[in-house]
């Protein structure tokens, strides 16, 4: 038992090392790619090429592409069996000798020619989709037109009137003195409403209590 439990603590401390020394030999053998202060940076794979200048055509006869070739010869082709059609059939004139080599007109227009480095073919499919899409508008002032910006002015809160505010205040002043005034003038009135009341209740006791009798 204490065998077996030294040869685990043995692969548990030595596996550790083994797999840093293992990891470190296989960063030296990896190529430095750069440093970041000071360290060196190592990539885990090369660097991949990347390809440039797709666009450019392999050339097979001088500046003749493999495509420019296939396209003359396709209409030259064309132009050669219509050709042959016409002349079997007797039809052959000055019109229908040029209706028959205009396919290979045309292929050579399209295989050659270059408008501002596009060649004719890319540049017919532009322009149709061109004819498709809405076209893009640019804004452009006019002579004798002039724009004059206006700016936006706040608009000022109305001050209230000196007039109309010593108005308002003679007027408060007014109600307050009516008020003042009017207040001993209804207490007044009040007590000389209740003193005939008083007056008549009193002669109504004095009626109902009998006489004193002098003498008993």
């Known amino acids: ?45 090369e660097p991949v090429k990347i390809p440039q200048n797709v666009d450019v055509e392999d050339h097979i006869i001088g500046p003749v592409t493999l495509r420019q070739l296939f396209l003359t010869l396709g209409g030259g082709g064309v132009s050669y069996a219509i050709f042959a059609i016409m002349k079997k059939a007797g039809a052959l004139n000055i019109v229908t000798g ?21 060649s004719l073919f890319h540049f017919t499919i532009l322009l149709a989709e061109k004819s498709q899409m809405p076209p893009v508008r640019y804004w452009q002032v006019r002579q004798g037109v002039h724009i004059r910006p206006k700016g936006i002015v706040p608009k000022k809160a109305k001050e209230p009137d000196a007039k109309t505010s010593s108005q308002e205040q003679f007027n408060e002043i007014s109600q307050l003195s009516n008020v003042l005034d009017s207040g001993p003038i209804l207490s007044e009135e009040k007590s000389s409403t209740a003193k005939p009341e008083q007056a008549a209740l009193a002669t109504a006791a004095h009626t109902s209590t009998p006489p004193e009798t002098h003498g008993q």
């Open 1 to 45: 038992m204490r065998n077996r439990s030294a040869e685990r603590f043995l692969l548990c401390v030595t596996l550790p090392v083994l797999e840093l020394l293992e990891a470190r030999r296989i960063l030296e053998e990896m190529p430095i790619y750069g440093t970041i202060r000071g360290f060196p940076v190592h990539m885990a794979i």
């Open 98 to 118: 040029i209706l028959a080599w205009t396919p290979l007109i045309l292929t050579v227009a399209f295989a050659f020619i270059k408008i501002n480095g596009i």
